[in-house]
C-alpha cells in the first residue's frame, strides 16, 4: 500500500476515537536521525498535530502518556534492531497505529500494522527519494497534508521527482572535493562537525555513524546555534571543523558560525554549502525541507568513503558491533 493511502486509512479508521493528535519516530541510531527531517517538518507546519521524535530505548524505558489510539508510530529498523523492534511493540501495546519502515524483513515488519521498505543510502543503486529520512518525510507531509491542509504539498513532491537526479549530480560535484579532503584529514584524531536547523541530524549521523562507527574517530557533533555557547572555546588553527550550511530560514545561523571559524581557524576548517549542491533546484517553498536528503548521502557516500580510503580503515569493520553482548 502506498504511504498517502496508508495515512488515509489510519485517519479514517481513528476518526470515531477522536482521530490522530500526535505523531511519535523511533528508531536508534542513524535510523533515528534520519526521522529528524519529518521531525522537523512536522515541528514548522503541523498546527494542531503533536510529533515527537525518541530514540527506541528511551520510548522503551519511559513512554510517554500521550502515545494511544490517537497515535501514530512511524519505527524506522533497516534490519529489525532489536531495541527498535520492542519500542514498535511497546507503541502497539498502547494503542498506537504502527508504520514500520524496513529494508529487510524482521520481527519490526511482523509487529507494524503497515510497513513501507525503503532504499539505504548507502549503495549507488539507490533512490534517495526512497531512503529512510525520506519516505519518513513523505510520512510526515502526507499526515499534515490530509489532517490539515499542507500548501505547497505538490511543490514538495516535484521535488521527489528530482532528488535523485539532484543528488546524483552533486555527488559527482563532491568526489575531487571529498579526496582533498581526506587527504588532509586521514591523521586526525578529532573531526568536529558543525550544523544547524533542517541539516543538523546529517551532521549528528556523519559524526556518530561515519566517522565514529565506521572509521573510528572522535567526532563531536555541533549545533551552529550552540557553538557560541560554550564549544567555540576549542577552536584554534589546528583543529579540524567540517561544517555544514543548509538553505532555509536558520541559514543565518550558520553563515554566522562559518565567519567565526574563518576568522579563528585554520587550513582545517571544511565548508559545505546546500547550495553547492544543488538544493534551489527544488522550489524555495519546500527546499529547506530537503537539506538532508543532500547532505547525508553526500557525506556517506563521498566524504567518509574518501576517508576511509586516505586512513586505510575499512569503513565495514567494527570493534564491539555484531562482535560482543551488549
Known amino acids: 500500500m502506498e504511504i498517502r493511502k496508508i495515512i488515509e486509512t489510519i485517519v479514517k479508521d481513528r476518526e470515531a476515537c477522536g482521530g490522530i493528535k500526535n505523531v511519535v519516530w523511533l528508531a536508534a541510531g542513524g535510523s533515528n536521525g534520519g526521522n529528524y527531517p519529518a521531525q522537523y517538518f512536522m515541528d514548522r507546519e503541523a498546527k494542531g498535530i503533536r510529533s515527537q521524535m525518541f530514540t527506541s530505548n528511551e520510548f522503551v524505558y519511559a513512554p510517554p502518556k500521550f502515545v494511544g489510539e490517537n497515535t501514530i508510530a512511524v519505527v524506522t529498523s533497516m534490519r529489525g534492531t532489536p531495541e527498535t523492534c520492542v519500542a514498535a511493540k511497546v507503541a502497539k501495546e498502547l494503542g498506537a497505529a504502527t508504520i514500520g519502515l524496513y529494508v529487510q524483513e524482521s520481527l519490526l515488519t511482523e509487529t507494524c500494522d503497515y510497513n513501507v521498505k525503503y532504499d539505504s543510502i548507502m549503495f549507488d543503486e539507490s533512490d534517495q527519494s526512497k531512503t529512510n529520512a525520506a519516505l519518513g518525510m513523505r510520512i ?32 559527482a560535484y563532491c568526489m575531487p572535493l571529498a579526496e582533498k579532503w ?16 533542517p541539516a543538523y541530524a546529517a551532521g549528528y549521523i556523519f559524526s556518530i555513524c561515519n566517522i565514529m562507527e565506521m572509521l573510528q574517530i572522535q567526532s563531536p557533533t555541533i549545533n551552529c546555534c550552540e557553538f557560541f555557547h560554550g564549544p567555540f572555546e576549542v577552536l584554534d588553527k589546528n583543529e579540524s571543523f567540517f561544517l555544514l550550511v ?24 571544511y565548508i559545505l554549502d546546500a547550495k553547492e549542491l544543488g538544493i534551489n533546484r527544488f522550489k524555495d517553498s519546500v527546499a529547506e525541507y530537503f537539506n538532508h536528503m543532500l547532505f547525508s548521502p553526500i557525506l556517506n557516500n563521498t566524504y567518509m568513503k574518501k576517508l576511509s580510503a586516505a586512513t586505510k580503515i575499512d569503513y565495514l569493520t567494527r570493534r564491539y558491533m555484531w562482535k560482543v553482548q551488549y
Open 246 to 269: 543548509s538553505e532555509g530560514r536558520t541559514r543565518k545561523a550558520d553563515e554566522r558560525a562559518v565567519k567565526f571559524l574563518k576568522e579563528y581557524g585554520g587550513d582545517k576548517i
Open 140 to 171: 510526515a507531509m502526507d499526515i499534515v497534508d490530509v489532517t490539515e491542509g499542507y500548501e505547497h504539498y505538490e511543490d514538495a513532491m516535484a521535488a521527489y521527482d528530482i532528488l535523485d537526479k539532484v543528488y546524483n549530480d552533486a555527488k
Open 182 to 197: 581526506a587527504e588532509q584529514n586521514k591523521e586526525e584524531h578529532t573531526i568536529s562537525v558543525m550544523a544547524s536547523g
